[in-house]
């Protein structure tokens, strides 16, 4: 392999990609980062829209990126939420767990101060990541730039690359629950990705699907508008109470099954007569633009194969996920995870290594199965990135 400067594109202007095109750039590399939207910043750049379709199930729908709600403070300390090599420092927010802004304001600051915001192609929304040929190690990328609200006068560029960084986010295409009677229900069903402020939930009785950050979150703010929030957990320890710290607020097992009378029926027999139900419950990955010819493939919510969650084997180096793992202190892992790409291109290339991917993704696709999340397997992989990354 060349030890010399590559062409890279990097999709997406989020943590991921920023700090990815900062290592690529310290390696001395040709980086270009495609961004759909007008702004860098990813999740962190809150939008007000919300999109036409609540739950999010329309393909074709106009996608809004970030799922943040106004009033979303950061779930770590803020010396946690940045770089090792450049600290979390304050702005304008003093507290220990700082709004979104605060965040938007960090990563502005981090691409002004690397020189990265000169690298980001606004409002290239990449449509098509596909290999040149079979053999051949360069990828055509595609981009549509936006150069109206109109899809007929958007403009496709295609340009080829030497290898690909997907930092894509995966925090945009809502998982939603299934239960029965869900579509004849009469209700408002929405998905948190599609939740701004809790005004419009005045007065109205609320089921929230989940028990995630965003859950809580959630429903604690809608409970100080809303005339009843009913909480539906997957926990089968769960059974009907009321909240002692609110007044509105009950939680329930899950919901069993929805009515056309509006009923909403949960697991352990309790039921309520609903006007909304707010799925919190997370997202998919998703790669529209991506055609590896099944070589990478999404089954279950799972990428794969992956090793490290970085790198297809039969792909690798030339393409690269960024940002995946998402458990546990996010931006130390896309740090390491960002640094370990840039520094594999440096390193030399060996079948060998290839190989002993393969062999070990054979052997701990069934083991991630089983615990995917646990705290000691996200320990072990941290440190082998770490050691990965010097
Ligand atoms: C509600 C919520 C709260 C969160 N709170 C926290 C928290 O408190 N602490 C924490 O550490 N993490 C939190 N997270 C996780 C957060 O998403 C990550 O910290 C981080 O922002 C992920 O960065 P990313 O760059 O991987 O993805 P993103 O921030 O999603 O960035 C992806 C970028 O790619 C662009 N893009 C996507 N597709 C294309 C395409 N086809 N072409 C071009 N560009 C494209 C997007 O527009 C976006 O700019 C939260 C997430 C959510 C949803």
Not at 16 to 30: I, P, W
Not at 246 to 262: A, L, P
Request: charged share 25%; proline share 5%.
């Amino acid at each position: 392999m060349k030890e010399q400067s590559l062409k890279v594109a990097v999709i997406g202007a989020g943590v991921s990609g920023l700090h990815t095109a900062r290592e690529l750039k310290t390696q001395g590399h040709d980086v270009t980062i495609f961004e759909k939207t007008n702004r860098l910043g990813g999740t962190w750049a809150y939008d007000p829209r919300v999109e036409p379709d609540p739950l999010g199930l329309d393909p074709g729908r106009e996608i809004v990126h970030s799922s943040l709600y106004q009033s979303l403070r950061v779930n770590l300390p803020k010396r946690l939420m940045g770089f090792l090599e450049y600290p979390f420092t304050e702005r304008k927010d003093p507290r220990e767990f700082p709004g979104h802004e605060e965040v938007l304001l960090y990563l502005e600051d981090f691409a002004k101060d690397f020189g990265l915001v000169e690298l980001v192609r606004l409002e290239h929304e990449v449509v098509r990541v596909e290999r040149v040929d079979e053999v051949s190690h360069e990828w055509v990328v595609e981009s549509r730039t936006r150069m109206s609200e109109s899809e007929e006068e958007a403009e496709a560029e295609e340009e080829v690359f030497e290898t690909v960084v997907v930092c894509n986010g995966h925090h945009t295409e809502p998982r939603i629950a299934e239960f029965p009677g869900m579509d004849a229900w009469p209700g408002v069903q929405i998905h948190s990705h599609n939740y701004r402020t809790p005004e419009p939930f005045q007065n109205l009785i609320v089921v929230v699907i989940g028990n995630g950050p965003s859950a809580i979150d959630i429903l604690t703010e809608i409970s100080s508008v809303a005339k009843e929030v009913h909480q539906a957990l997957r926990d089968s320890d769960i059974h009907f109470k009321k909240l002692e710290s609110h007044d509105n607020i009950w939680q329930h097992s899950m919901i069993k099954c929805t009515k056309e009378d509006g009923k909403v029926v949960f697991q352990d027999g309790s039921f309520v007569y609903a006007d909304v139900i707010k799925h919190c419950t997370g997202y998919k990955n998703h790669f529209p633009f991506l055609r590896t010819n099944g070589i990478v493939s999404v089954d279950d919510n799972r990428v794969g194969p992956l090793y490290k969650h970085v790198f297809p084997p039969q792909l690798a180096p030339w393409l690269s996920f960024v940002g995946l793992s998402y458990k546990g202190v996010t931006t130390l892992i896309i740090e390491l995870q960002s640094r370990w790409v840039a520094r594999f291109y440096l390193a030399r290339w060996h079948c060998q290594v290839k190989k002993r991917w393969h062999h070990l993704l054979k052997n701990s696709t069934s083991i991630w199965r089983r615990v995917d999340g646990l705290s000691a397997t996200l320990i072990s992989f941290k440190t082998s990135l770490i050691m990965k990354t010097g």
